[in-house]
């Protein structure tokens, strides 16, 4: 009903740039929150930055000052604008969304994107 596809991910060298973007599509009735989270080769999941509808943002201290996340309602779009890459940021990317759909409206739940691969490495 619900899909979120990632993209813009690849292989960067230090102190290189990338910027990721998830659209939602389907049967959305709603989207409120919306995020990025990574996971390194053997670490947990961990929250990366999330935007709330109201727009305020929150972030990870590891990348505070270098990733900026934004959205794009129109598009039910959620972009991440990562610069300063480091080696440590070499993960899997993976999209966020908590959305109420045409069928339910009054029932939010979270889906995940497939992710995508960022390497950072000389």
């Known amino acids: 009903q619900v899909q979120l596809v990632e993209s813009g991910g690849g292989l960067v060298q230090p102190g290189g740039s990338l910027r990721l973007s998830c659209a939602a599509s389907g049967s959305i009735f709603s989207i409120n929150a919306m995020g990025w989270y990574r996971q390194a080769p053997g670490k947990q999941r961990e929250l990366v930055a999330a935007i709330p509808s109201g727009g305020y943002t929150n972030y990870a201290d590891s990348v505070k000052g270098r990733f900026t996340i934004s959205r794009d309602n129109a598009k039910n779009t959620v972009y991440l604008q990562m610069n300063s890459l480091k080696p440590e940021d070499t993960a899997v990317y993976y999209c966020?969304?908590?959305?109420?759909?045409?069928?339910?409206?009054?029932?939010?739940?979270?889906?995940w994107g497939q992710g995508t691969q960022v390497t950072v490495s000389s």
């Open positions: 966020n969304a908590a959305i109420t759909t045409m069928t339910t409206p009054y029932l939010m739940n979270t889906y």
